[in-house]
């Protein structure tokens, strides 16, 4: 009786180990990077900002079509950075220098 008792409880913990790690080997990690992403970023600050909502929705897929990324895997990319302060810091890093890079471009 001990011996099975033995036995449930090694399967038990072989159990919950091979799902910890099955869950951590399915994360889905980030199909584009982080300089590909802010560009997008800025890109549709800046279309938000210079159109009206009748050209809005135009513009944005226009944008999103160009980069080769739907606007919902956009979002979900950016939404996987939610507990990632380092990643987000360098979303916005990358943001910030592709914004300073086009404003040097128009002047």
Do not use: H, P
């Not at 600050?45 to 226009?62: A, T």
């Not at 606007?71 to 916005?92: I, P, V």
């Amino acid at each position: 009786m001990k011996l099975v008792k033995e036995n449930n409880i090694y399967l038990l913990i072989w159990i919950f180990c091979s799902l910890v790690l099955l869950i951590n080997g399915c994360k889905k990690s980030s199909r584009y990077d982080v300089k590909f992403l802010s560009k997008i970023y800025v890109e549709n600050l800046v279309i938000k900002q210079k159109y009206s909502q009748d050209s809005l929705k135009i513009m944005q897929e226009r944008l999103f079509k160009n980069y080769g990324i739907t606007q919902e895997e956009f979002e979900n990319e950016l939404n996987s950075f939610a507990d990632n302060q380092k990643k987000w810091s360098e979303f916005f890093n990358e943001a910030q220098n592709y914004l300073t890079e086009i404003q040097q471009t128009k002047k």
